[in-house]
């Protein structure tokens, strides 16, 4: 250990050496598009999955001391507007401009549990990425008032820093030391800045699960075999070279925010924290740039991971409850011993972790809403959105797609036989075609191929129009395959997931059912935002 790090350790032990009669700290890791892949998944899966593949043993360890959330969903499948249920405890569509990506804004009005907690006396911080993109950039947790980076920025973009170094002439070894050591540096400056007796709050948000990483990178730096993937890939996804590699990649960084939690509770357990600190893991959607995932309601876009240690409660627990990250707000808040606003949608999870039951603890948590409107913004003409709502239960998945005669993953831009964006301009600018999928080899490899056999039907289940209604039987379907709305024998449940929905929806005064119209212009939306990179943040 170098005599610095002895130095600050010598410094942080007698602030924290006697807190039990204090409020609890919150450590709350929240990476972008980290959908629900974590090694711990893997048992808890009744089938083989990409869980099976990937290596994620601090998450593991969370898991193990405290509660494994099998059934976290997000409020919408997109950045911006998950981030607004979530920082507020509101559906997604409550947020104002907030429930929308390109262009969002967040509502000062609406009270956000960051600054409730900073405001009842807990010392607050975030490194990297929390709420946006929008304006004001991170407005939900105070913007950069309370940031923490100086260390550096690059956990943001592990593959692609560490395959930058390597080319340099740097081992992979000193490369992650490197990495590593910036997050490890930005959490001691702010631990160093908590008043003695002080309970904190500090939110930990990398992008590196976030396109783009490097290509080869999930075996080049993680050992992630793409072959190993063979078999486990979900009927959605084309199980070839290109599309397994991709995948690999993806679970490499999904690796790295793992390592990044290591690092983290190494500094709690070095300082004496770790027995009074509540840990929170998850992500805001799903994988990005492929199909059925980021942007779309189906489980690969909105399920997320959810686990939750907390000291002093039963550990060792897989709960099967329904949850929504809205539901973290009310939870923080009454850790915090902070009274949350009456009117939220989430519901804290307190007593499902104080409980010592496994399984179903509350059956009133059996279903969750989700829903979209818009993601990239020039994605159709005049800025048009492409709304959905879903209600998730723990035998169906129904979706009601209120304008299907427009295209959900956004307009082709003139894809032809005769007209193809090149390999390159696929893989790397998202505004090239379809724009509510990110650009990569999965959707590079969806249209190169859109005409081939198996490769049309991949293209078509990904861009395709959509039926106004879908319903999918989980129990035969798991993957969300085959639509059964108009098959006879579901009309029974198509009408009642539908009345359920909508009943809810008008419950929470949702402006789309209110006003559809209105819906799809200011304050809702914005104008056409200008072009800016080529890609989407």
């Known amino acids: 250990m170098k005599l610095s790090h002895i130095a600050l350790l010598t410094f942080f032990i007698p602030l924290f050496a006697a807190r039990a009669e204090q409020r609890m700290n919150i450590l709350f890791v929240f990476a972008d598009d980290w959908g629900r892949y974590a090694s711990a998944y ?31 969903f997000v409020s919408a499948p997109s950045c911006t507007p998950s981030r607004s249920a979530l920082f507020s405890g509101r559906h997604f569509f409550q947020t104002g401009q907030g429930a929308i990506l390109i262009g969002g804004k967040w509502d000062s009005a609406i009270p956000s549990f960051p600054l409730m907690l900073q405001e009842s006396g807990y010392h607050l911080g975030k490194t990297y990425k929390a709420w946006g993109p929008g304006s004001p950039a991170d407005g939900a947790i105070g913007g950069q008032r309370f940031a923490y980076e100086k260390a550096g920025h690059l956990p ?64 080049a730096l993680w050992g992630i075999e793409p072959e190993r993937l063979k078999d486990v890939m979900p009927g959605f996804l084309p199980d070839v070279p290109e599309v397994r590699e991709d995948v690999a990649d993806y679970l490499g960084e999904c690796q790295a925010v793992d390592a990044y939690l290591g690092v983290l509770l190494k500094r709690l357990e070095e300082t004496g924290q770790l027995e009074h600190t509540v840990i929170v893991l998850s992500g805001d959607h799903g994988m990005p740039g492929v199909p059925n995932g980021k942007g779309n309601v189906y489980d690969h876009g909105s399920a997320v991971p959810l686990v939750i240690r907390m000291p002093g409660t039963p550990s060792g627990r897989v709960v099967d409850d329904l949850v929504r990250l809205p539901d973290l707000a009310p939870t923080f808040l009454e850790i915090g011993g902070v009274q949350a606003p009456t009117d939220l949608y989430g519901q804290s999870l307190v007593p499902l972790l104080k409980s010592e039951r496994s399984g179903q603890v509350d059956p009133s948590r059996k279903s969750v809403i989700i829903g979209r409107e818009r993601h990239v913004d020039t994605a159709r003409p005049d800025n048009l959105p492409y709304p959905i709502r879903a209600l998730r239960t723990n035998e169906y998945l129904y979706i009601r797609n209120f304008e299907p005669e427009r295209w959900p993953m956004g307009d082709s831009r003139g894809i032809s036989e005769s007209n ?23 959707k590079a490899w969806l249209v190169m191929h859109r005409s081939d056999g198996a490769g049309a039907s991949f293209y078509q289940r990904a861009f395709g129009k959509r039926a106004a209604e879908e319903l999918y039987d989980l129990k035969t379907d798991p993957n969300q395959l085959r639509n059964v709305a108009e098959d006879p024998a ?47 943040r």
Do not use: C
């Open 156 to 219: 943001n973009h592990f593959s692609l820093e560490v395959t930058k170094m390597m080319a340099q002439g740097v081992s992979l070894a000193d490369g992650r030391d490197k990495v590593l050591g910036q997050v490890r540096d930005n959490f001691d400056m702010f631990l160093k800045d908590a008043k003695p007796g002080q309970p904190w709050l500090y939110y930990f948000g990398p992008t590196t699960t976030h396109r783009t990483w490097a290509k080869g990178s999930g075996k």
């Open 42 to 72: 893997a048992k808890a899966d009744a089938r083989p999955s990409l869980n099976d593949v990937i290596h994620t043993p601090n998450v593991d360890r969370v898991a193990k001391e405290g509660v494994l959330f099998r059934n976290a």
């Open 490 to 536: 579901y009309s029974a449940q198509k009408a009642r997931l539908s009345s359920v929905l909508l009943s809810e929806l008008k419950s929470a005064n949702d402006p789309r059912l209110a006003d559809p119209v209105s819906y799809e212009h200011p304050p809702f939306t914005d104008l056409a935002a200008p072009r800016g990179s080529k890609r989407v």
């Open 420 to 442: 193809t964006p090149t390999q390159e301009a696929l893989e790397n600018d998202t505004r090239v075609a379809f724009q509510d999928m990110d650009s990569g080899p999965t």
